[in-house]
């Protein structure tokens, strides 16, 4: 499995609840943790996403022959981006165009926490008023890893920020961020860091659900 976080993480990170008693929970190592198809789905606008953990990458307009540096680019990092082999393209090849050729990639589902860096969230936010804090980020994720792995099997866990960028990205451009910690500019305001774990059974249909982690209670404090 791989189980990665980045090396800048703040040592606090936070988390923001409508209801006290959904904070008091977190309090005593319940941990709810959502899904991307949830994310998706959510109606409000400052909260859903429904092109959450999606990238799009284009060609562009590229004119040339199959020894052309941009079509050979573009061809190596559509294969691996999408997993398939979707140009093939050698010396023999000439007077190519390509134009707007779009590759997409997404995960289907994935378990998610969502926290940000910001201690002080304006009051009447989208995600709540009561505020907990969090005082190790990478023990806490670490110890819901452990807790979620004796649920089911993972492929993956990724604790990173959420890059605030364009999901599309062209030619020889590099990607914006890691898939799933892209999101549009305009949630820039929640300085979001993000627990993902992507289970191994990915036709499963998964459900939002309170996972039993006691470990994690000493970790967290309410926010005064």
């Known amino acids: 499995m791989l189980f990665r976080y980045a090396t800048d993480l703040p040592t606090r990170l936070y988390r923001y609840f409508p209801e006290l008693w959904q904070a008091d929970a977190l309090?005593?190592?319940?941990?709810?943790?959502?899904?991307?198809?949830?994310?998706?789905?959510?109606?409000?606008?400052?909260?859903?996403?429904?092109?959450e953990a999606s990238l799009r990458y284009s060609s562009g307009i590229i004119h040339g022959n199959g020894?052309?540096?941009?079509?050979?680019?573009?061809?190596?990092?559509?294969?691996?981006?999408?997993?398939?082999?979707?140009?093939?393209?050698?010396?023999?090849?000439?007077?190519l165009t390509l134009k707007d050729n779009v590759v997409s990639a997404s995960f289907a589902d994935a378990y998610v926490l969502c926290l940000t860096s910001d201690e002080a969230m304006p009051s009447g936010n989208a995600f709540g008023d009561c505020g907990i804090a969090i005082s190790d980020s990478v023990l806490f994720f670490r110890l819901l890893t452990i807790a979620l792995r004796e649920e089911l099997q993972l492929d993956a866990a990724v604790l990173a920020a959420v890059t605030y960028a364009s999901r599309t990205f062209v030619g020889a451009d590099s990607p914006p961020g890691m898939l799933g910690f892209v999101k549009p500019r305009h949630y820039e305001w929640q300085r979001e860091f993000r627990m993902l774990w992507l289970p191994t059974q990915r036709d499963a249909r998964i459900?939002?659900?309170e996972l039993q982690c006691s470990a994690v209670a000493r970790l967290c404090n309410r926010i005064v």
């Open 67 to 95: 020894a052309s540096e941009e079509v050979q680019v573009f061809a190596r990092r559509a294969r691996a981006f999408s997993g398939f082999k979707l140009l093939d393209v050698d010396d023999s090849v000439q007077d």
């Open 207 to 209: 459900q939002p659900f």
């Open 27 to 51: 309090l005593e190592g319940k941990v709810w943790l959502s899904t991307l198809s949830a994310c998706r789905g959510y109606e409000d606008a400052d909260r859903g996403d429904p092109e």
